[in-house]
């Protein structure tokens, strides 16, 4: 069974770009949530997704957004980017939102 | 953004040699969970633990659940070389109305000595 499938593996950016991650969840999961890991430390969360709806935002400026399309498929988008956004951003799905969530391989993020 | 207090940072261990590493919030939670990430990879689930005092096991990898809710730690026996990588602990709460977001711990690289 495939896992949690994220797009694109590495990406890299300029200030001021905007960038535009994908996020397939494991078949059957309805929620989806959105971490930031950078290097050295553990993950922090952005956003959660619960059937289309945002259940969840954590401290990151509103250049973050995201959305849940019907298929419980997620973007994630950031405006404006910065050089402190370069990271490693992860997705997770659960079953439901209180479920263990499982991680994707994430996408590499470098900003020049 | 915050994190839990995990311990150690790191450690350098023996192959065959047993592991501990803890993990303490100053928040309740009512769920913990243990993942493990190696280089070029997302965190894989080893134990989640739902209940204060509960004790799981999962192989060679035992986690308890706090009494206090507080806290959480993970014992690996006979470690092996392939248990080498970064160990996080998470946090959850999951009553309802709340963001149900995990909250991590920093991370305890281990490293497996033949």
């Known amino acids: 069974d495939a896992g949690v499938t994220q797009s694109p593996t590495h990406l890299i950016k300029t200030r001021g770009q905007h960038v535009t991650l994908r996020c397939s969840p494991i078949?059957?999961?309805?929620?989806v949530s959105w971490y930031q890991q950078v290097l050295g430390q553990g993950p922090q969360f952005i956003f959660q997704?619960?059937?289309?709806?945002?259940?969840g935002r954590g401290n990151f400026p509103d250049r973050f957004s995201a959305r849940q399309f019907p298929n419980y498929s997620s973007e994630l988008n950031v405006n404006a980017l910065l050089l402190g956004d370069s990271a490693l951003y992860l997705c997770?799905?659960?079953?439901?939102?209180?479920?263990?969530?499982?991680f994707g391989d994430g996408t590499r993020l470098s900003i020049l | 953004g915050q994190q839990l207090n995990q311990s150690p940072q790191s450690m350098f261990i023996q192959e065959g040699e047993d592991v501990s590493m803890n993990c303490t919030s100053s928040?309740?939670?009512?769920?913990w969970l243990w993942y493990k990430q190696d280089p070029g990879e997302g965190p894989v689930l080893l134990i989640a633990?739902?209940?204060?005092?509960e004790l799981t096991s999962n192989g060679r990898l035992t986690a308890q659940f706090g009494i206090t809710r507080k806290d959480s730690f993970l014992n690996i026996s006979a470690s092996i070389p392939s248990d080498v990588g970064i160990y996080f602990c998470?946090?959850?709460?999951?009553?309802?109305?709340?963001?149900?977001?995990?909250?991590f711990g920093s991370g305890t690289q281990l490293t497996v000595l033949p």
């Open positions: 997770a799905s659960s079953l439901f939102s209180n479920q263990p969530q499982h």
């Open positions: 078949s059957g999961h309805k929620s």
């Open positions: 997704y619960y059937e289309k709806e945002e259940r």
């Open positions: 928040s309740i939670f009512n769920t």
């Open positions: 633990l739902y209940k204060a005092g």
């Open positions: 998470a946090g959850q709460l999951t009553s309802s109305g709340s963001a149900r977001q995990l909250t």
